[in-house]
């Protein structure tokens, strides 16, 4: 009887947990070995797809070849060549002349097959891939095993051949899409059939990464144990191959047991597969293994230069005698000198556009992988490179660059660093170029020309600001904007701030380039921004159309980057030179090319470096910025990099300095060459400037001025359609009598007025209606009826007729809150001002500082001096005084004397 009741008691010992558990798992056994046999099935339908694909693609093979293959060809074809490379360049009479022949320096770490130890070629093979010899690219057995392997959960498949892994490497192929697995075998094979195996095992140990930076064995060597490659025992060779699968996890430094214990394994892997013998073995698994980073000279290889000795070791075995080392073989000299510095700043520019194009051409990823098999392939391909280099422009850069003394100095230990781009404005090249100062050490070292991007500062506002605001007509340089912060933050910040920390209240734009203001760069963005919408547009041309390609979007299209040039990354002193070279060529950017033509070594093109041309800037815009940048140099910051009183050469330029004097940009040109100077420091300080000086102002001229000797004047701009005018820097409109008797001017300050040239169309139509006539009293402000009184008893009083500024509640608020911003002086004193509210009422005026305290309530400054009772106290004083004027004078109606100025009458 079964029941419902008592469950709790009897049906629990009925219930079999295990033997309920069993059938379950017997019956998951079976759907389990189904789908095995399912998967088995559909592992090898699949395996036979692949290989029909294979042999199918393979009668295909002039498909794929001109299809999948060419979309990133092995194309190696001149690795094997071991044909020095040669770059020319054109001399001054036409004559192709030799640059520079490439050598085997040109890829320092990489190492010949004949120089890697066969026990580095016997570990690689033993662990990664021991039917190396014997497949054809790739090994089916193992990739059978490892599809097999891959379906049944285990994720770590490996299962590339080392010709895979170079594919893979040298290729960039990172993805791991079946599409891609299948084109890399194909690559693989493809491979095998051009190159030996040999090659492909040099390309291989060259190119794999290994940890801490390094590529290739022969700088993992250094790095890890401080030795030549030559130099490796089995055992520090099996250590480095067994960085390869994961460069992390078998670090040496930093997983040493990891690191060890593969190493073993490998050694192990060597003896069972026969490379090692039993006795090597126990040496090689015993051995301790030091690490050390860094070859000491002493350890450093040497060759002997005598041909028929061939004679190679390291400097510790050589003799010495003096400063002389001799072989012990032959026992004739040779030579133990550092590593030389290479080629000049140009060739390694060169060198690297070169293989840079190289590997675009063939469709490749740039990633220092390809890098180096492209330097190998130049430095053995038998190449003919015409180069851009004007010998007598690099001569006078690296005269000037590599000569120390010639490099400023400036306080602290660090060397100050300077990189400089010259350009030919005949033809847009770059012409000469040093990326970096001293002596040249180091091969392919860092070239802070080319490759480092430092903020360019104010540099950047004739490209960002200035000439798009000409171009649009959002401004001319007669527009008058104001100089004054216009964003106060709560803890005391303001922006946006000048670099003297001055504010001039206005500016036209003219002086704003000349001084390099802040203020006018973010006001002119501005302008240009309710034009065609200036952060956009701005970006956009520096980008698209002076070709800069290291600003971030999203970040670097802000009014910072663009308006004072701190970018989040900055610019390159290259693209800054190219970019700046527009102007005197007429507003048409130029691609600045280090080299025009490669050859094979069969004389077929395989390189034309055409050159990137494109119209950014009307003649106007040109005319007007090659104006303002002359200026700029004549009378602004650029003063100490002129070159027209020296050299009697129109120069044209804007600097740059960023945040904390952290860089100094120069950006300039002649009628003849344009030239960018980046001076700074590599890891980033202050340069402590001696009394304002530029080094960067200084290099340019130093660079730049000889190379003008005897050469003609060119000027860079018109003024044939150009008109001079008097601008009011009050109004912004045309100056007027009024303007030129502003009671600041009178007084001997700074005038009011500034001269500038602009085309008819932007010669303001109005002239200024802010200046106001009225009598002034020598006693300092406005005249009233007692200094009327005092003239005429006291020649030492003087009532003139001169002007004030008509200022509106929010003018002068806007000077109350600069008051104590280092607001010039001019601006802080009261006695200039006509007060009115912002509707052009008359307005009872306090003072900046409320501190006018007058007894008549006036819109300006009343003499303080002569006022009723200092003329009660004179006329007690001398009884004897003739007759009180009859006609007390009154102010005069300010205005009164120009019909121009509309002004309500004083009350
Ligand atoms: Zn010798
Ligand atoms: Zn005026
Ligand atoms: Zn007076």
Same mark, same amino acid.
């Given at each position: 009887? $079964?029941?419902?009741?008592?469950?709790?008691? &009897?049906?629990?010992?009925?219930?079999?947990?295990? @033997?309920? #558990?069993?059938?379950?798992?017997?019956?998951?056994?079976?759907?389990?070995?189904? $789908?095995?046999?399912?998967?088995?099935?559909?592992?090898?339908?699949?395996?036979?797809?692949?290989?029909?694909?294979?042999?199918?693609?393979?009668? %295909?093979?002039?498909?794929?070849?001109?299809?999948?293959?060419?979309?990133?060809?092995?194309?190696? *074809?001149?690795?094997?060549?071991?044909?020095?490379?040669?770059?020319?360049?054109?001399?001054?009479?036409?004559?192709?002349?030799?640059?520079?022949?490439?050598?085997?320096?040109?890829?320092?770490?990489?190492?010949?097959?004949?120089?890697?130890?066969?026990?580095? !070629?016997?570990?690689?093979?033993?662990?990664?891939?021991?039917?190396?010899?014997?497949?054809?690219?790739?090994?089916?057995?193992?990739?059978?095993?490892?599809?097999?392997?891959?379906?049944?959960?285990?994720?770590?498949?490996?299962?590339?051949?080392?010709?895979?892994?170079?594919?893979?490497?040298?290729?960039?192929?990172?993805?791991?899409?079946?599409?891609?697995?299948?084109?890399?075998?194909?690559?693989?094979?493809?491979?095998?059939?051009?190159?030996?195996?040999?090659?492909?095992?040099?390309?291989?140990?060259?190119?794999?990464?290994?940890?801490?930076?390094?590529?290739?064995?022969?700088?993992?060597?250094?790095? +890890?144990?401080?030795?030549?490659?030559?130099? %490796?025992?089995?055992?520090?060779?099996?250590?480095?191959?067994?960085?390869?699968?994961?460069?992390?996890?078998?670090?040496?430094?930093?997983?040493?047991?990891?690191?060890?214990?593969?190493?073993?394994?490998?050694?192990?892997?060597?003896?069972?597969?026969?490379?090692?013998?039993?006795?090597?073995?126990?040496?090689?698994?015993?051995?301790?293994?030091?690490?050390?980073?860094?070859?000491? $000279?002493?350890?450093?290889?040497?060759?002997?230069?005598?041909?028929?000795?061939?004679?190679?070791?390291?400097?510790?075995? #050589?003799?010495?005698?003096?400063?002389?080392?001799?072989?012990?073989?032959?026992?004739?000299?040779?030579?133990?000198?550092?590593?030389?510095?290479?080629?000049? +700043?140009?060739?390694?520019?060169?060198?690297?556009?070169?293989? +840079? =194009?190289?590997?675009?051409?063939?469709?490749?990823?740039?990633?220092?992988?390809?890098?180096?098999?492209?330097?190998?392939?130049?430095?053995?391909?038998?190449?003919?490179?015409?180069?851009?280099?004007?010998?007598?422009?690099?001569?006078?850069?690296?005269?000037?660059?590599?000569?120390?003394?010639?490099?400023?100095?400036?306080?602290?230990?660090?060397?100050?660093? *300077?990189?400089?781009?010259?350009?030919?404005?005949?033809?847009?090249?770059?012409?000469?170029?040093?990326?970096?100062?001293?002596?040249?050490?180091?091969?392919?070292?860092?070239?802070?020309?080319?490759?480092?991007?430092?903020?360019?500062?104010?540099?950047?506002?004739?490209? *960002?600001?200035?000439?798009?605001?000409? @171009?649009?007509?959002?401004?001319?340089?007669?527009?008058?904007?104001?100089?004054?912060?216009?964003?106060?933050?709560?803890?005391?910040?303001?922006?946006?701030?000048?670099?003297?920390?001055?504010?001039?209240?206005?500016?036209?734009?003219?002086?704003?380039?000349?001084?390099?203001?802040?203020?006018?760069?973010?006001?002119? %963005? &501005?302008?240009?921004?309710?034009?065609?919408?200036?952060?956009? !547009?701005?970006?956009?041309?520096?980008?698209?159309?002076?070709?800069?390609?290291?600003?971030? =979007?999203?970040?670097?299209?802000?009014?910072?980057?663009?308006?004072?040039?701190?970018?989040?990354?900055?610019?390159?002193?290259?693209?800054?030179?190219?970019?700046?070279?527009? $102007?005197?060529?007429?507003?048409?950017?130029?691609?600045?090319?280090?080299?025009?033509?490669?050859?094979?070594?069969?004389?077929?093109?395989?390189?034309?470096?055409?050159?990137?041309?494109?119209?950014?800037?009307?003649?106007?815009?040109?005319?007007?910025?090659?104006?303002?940048?002359?200026?700029?140099?004549?009378?602004?910051?650029?003063?100490?990099?002129?070159?027209?009183?020296?050299?009697?050469?129109?120069?044209?330029?804007?600097?740059?300095?960023?945040?904390?004097?952290?860089?100094?940009?120069?950006?300039?040109?002649?009628?003849?060459?344009?030239?960018?100077?980046?001076?700074?420091?590599?890891?980033?300080?202050?340069?402590?400037?001696?009394?304002?000086?530029?080094?960067?102002?200084?290099?340019?001229?130093?660079?730049?001025?000889?190379?003008?000797?005897?050469?003609?004047?060119?000027?860079?701009?018109?003024?044939?359609?150009?008109?001079?005018?008097?601008?009011?820097?009050?109004?912004?409109?045309?100056?007027?009598?009024?303007?030129?008797?502003? !009671?600041?001017?009178?007084?001997?300050?700074?005038?009011?007025?500034?001269?500038?040239?602009?085309?008819? @169309?932007?010669?303001?139509?109005?002239?200024? =209606?802010?200046?106001?006539?009225?009598?002034?009293?020598?006693?300092?402000?406005?005249?009233?009826?007692?200094?009327?009184?005092?003239?005429?008893?006291?020649?030492?009083?003087?009532?003139?007729?001169?002007?004030?500024?008509? %200022?509106?509640?929010?003018?002068?608020?806007?000077?109350?809150?600069?008051?104590?911003?280092?607001?010039?002086?001019?601006?802080?004193?009261?006695?200039? !001002?006509?007060?009115?509210?912002?509707?052009?009422? =008359?307005?009872?005026?306090?003072?900046?500082?409320?501190?006018?305290?007058?007894?008549?309530?006036?819109?300006?400054?009343?003499?303080?001096?002569?006022?009723?009772?200092?003329?009660?106290?004179?006329?007690?004083?001398?009884?004897?005084?003739?007759?009180?004027?009859?006609?007390?004078?009154?102010?005069?109606?300010?205005?009164?004397?120009?019909?121009?100025?509309?002004?309500?009458?004083?009350?």
């Amino acid at each position: 009887m $079964f029941g419902f009741g008592n469950k709790n008691d &009897e049906n629990r010992q009925d219930w079999k947990p295990n @033997e309920w #558990l069993s059938t379950l798992y017997k019956i998951w056994k079976g759907i389990f070995a189904t $789908f095995k046999v399912l998967m088995g099935a559909a592992v090898t339908v699949l395996l036979i797809a692949l290989i029909c694909g294979f042999v199918f693609a393979t009668i %295909l093979g002039d498909y794929l070849q001109n299809d999948i293959l060419d979309q990133s060809n092995l194309n190696l *074809s001149d690795l094997t060549l071991d044909m020095n490379s040669i770059i020319f360049y054109i001399d001054n009479d036409g004559q192709i002349q030799v640059q520079q022949k490439i050598d085997s320096s040109v890829n320092r770490d990489w190492a010949d097959y004949e120089d890697i130890p066969a026990h580095m !070629v016997n570990a690689a093979i033993a662990i990664e891939d021991h039917r190396f010899y014997r497949h054809q690219g790739v090994d089916w057995i193992t990739t059978i095993q490892a599809c097999a392997r891959m379906f049944f959960g285990d994720s770590s498949v490996g299962g590339s051949s080392i010709t895979q892994q170079l594919v893979k490497n040298t290729f960039g192929n990172t993805s791991v899409t079946v599409q891609r697995k299948v084109l890399e075998i194909f690559q693989a094979t493809q491979m095998e059939k051009n190159y030996d195996k040999e090659t492909i095992l040099e390309y291989y140990l060259n190119v794999i990464y290994l940890g801490q930076s390094r590529w290739g064995v022969r700088s993992a060597a250094a790095a +890890y144990y401080g030795k030549e490659l030559e130099k %490796l025992n089995a055992a520090e060779c099996a250590s480095i191959i067994a960085i390869t699968n994961s460069p992390t996890y078998y670090d040496p430094y930093q997983n040493r047991d990891n690191n060890l214990k593969r190493t073993k394994i490998i050694l192990t892997a060597m003896r069972d597969q026969g490379w090692l013998t039993e006795e090597e073995y126990q040496v090689e698994i015993n051995r301790e293994l030091n690490l050390k980073w860094g070859i000491d $000279f002493n350890d450093t290889m040497a060759r002997c230069e005598n041909e028929t000795c061939g004679y190679k070791d390291v400097v510790s075995t #050589l003799t010495k005698n003096g400063d002389k080392y001799y072989c012990p073989h032959c026992k004739s000299e040779i030579p133990v000198t550092k590593v030389s510095g290479g080629y000049n +700043y140009h060739t390694e520019t060169v060198i690297m556009d070169v293989v +840079y =194009d190289m590997i675009k051409k063939d469709k490749l990823e740039i990633n220092s992988n390809n890098i180096r098999a492209y330097l190998e392939k130049i430095k053995r391909g038998g190449f003919s490179i015409y180069s851009t280099m004007d010998i007598d422009v690099q001569k006078q850069v690296d005269k000037i660059y590599s000569d120390l003394s010639q490099i400023p100095a400036y306080r602290g230990g660090a060397q100050l660093q *300077s990189a400089i781009v010259v350009i030919d404005n005949k033809t847009g090249d770059i012409a000469g170029i040093a990326g970096g100062v001293g002596p040249k050490t180091e091969i392919f070292g860092q070239n802070r020309a080319t490759q480092s991007k430092r903020q360019s500062g104010s540099s950047i506002k004739p490209i *960002s600001i200035y000439s798009l605001g000409f @171009e649009t007509g959002a401004f001319s340089p007669a527009t008058v904007l104001t100089d004054l912060p216009y964003i106060y933050y709560s803890n005391g910040v303001y922006y946006p701030r000048n670099s003297d920390k001055k504010f001039s209240y206005s500016r036209t734009v003219l002086h704003g380039v000349t001084s390099s203001a802040n203020t006018i760069a973010v006001r002119g %963005l &501005e302008l240009v921004n309710e034009k065609v919408s200036g952060y956009k !547009v701005s970006y956009e041309y520096l980008t698209e159309k002076f070709g800069l390609s290291t600003l971030v =979007d999203g970040k670097d299209n802000n009014s910072a980057p663009l308006a004072m040039g701190a970018q989040t990354y900055g610019v390159t002193v290259r693209e800054m030179a190219t970019a700046f070279a527009t $102007f005197p060529n007429g507003g048409v950017y130029r691609e600045a090319r280090s080299y025009t033509k490669v050859f094979d070594s069969n004389g077929n093109e395989v390189l034309y470096n055409e050159q990137e041309e494109r119209k950014v800037l009307g003649e106007k815009a040109v005319n007007y910025m090659n104006y303002c940048l002359t200026q700029a140099m004549l009378v602004g910051t650029g003063i100490e990099a002129d070159l027209s009183r020296s050299y009697g050469i129109t120069t044209a330029g804007k600097t740059g300095t960023t945040e904390s004097n952290y860089d100094r940009w120069i950006c300039g040109y002649t009628g003849y060459y344009t030239a960018a100077v980046w001076a700074g420091f590599d890891y980033p300080d202050t340069i402590s400037t001696i009394s304002g000086q530029s080094p960067a102002n200084q290099l340019f001229k130093k660079v730049m001025g000889p190379l003008h000797k005897g050469k003609s004047n060119k000027s860079l701009y018109s003024t044939r359609n150009m008109t001079q005018i008097e601008v009011c820097l009050e109004s912004g409109k045309l100056a007027t009598d009024a303007c030129k008797a502003d !009671v600041r001017t009178v007084a001997g300050d700074l005038s009011r007025i500034y001269n500038v040239w602009v085309y008819k @169309e932007d010669i303001p139509e109005e002239t200024c =209606d802010q200046h106001v006539m009225i009598s002034y009293c020598s006693g300092g402000g406005v005249a009233n009826e007692y200094c009327a009184n005092f003239a005429s008893v006291d020649q030492s009083v003087v009532i003139s007729e001169q002007a004030l500024v008509r %200022l509106n509640t929010d003018q002068i608020n806007a000077i109350k809150k600069a008051y104590k911003l280092g607001l010039r002086d001019e601006y802080k004193t009261n006695n200039f !001002v006509y007060s009115v509210d912002n509707n052009g009422n =008359d307005l009872v005026f306090k003072g900046f500082q409320d501190d006018v305290n007058q007894t008549v309530a006036a819109p300006y400054v009343i003499c303080p001096v002569h006022n009723q009772q200092a003329w009660e106290e004179y006329l007690a004083n001398n009884p004897v005084t003739p007759d009180t004027p009859e006609d007390p004078v009154v102010p005069d109606e300010p205005g009164a004397d120009n019909d121009e100025v509309e002004i309500t009458p004083i009350q």
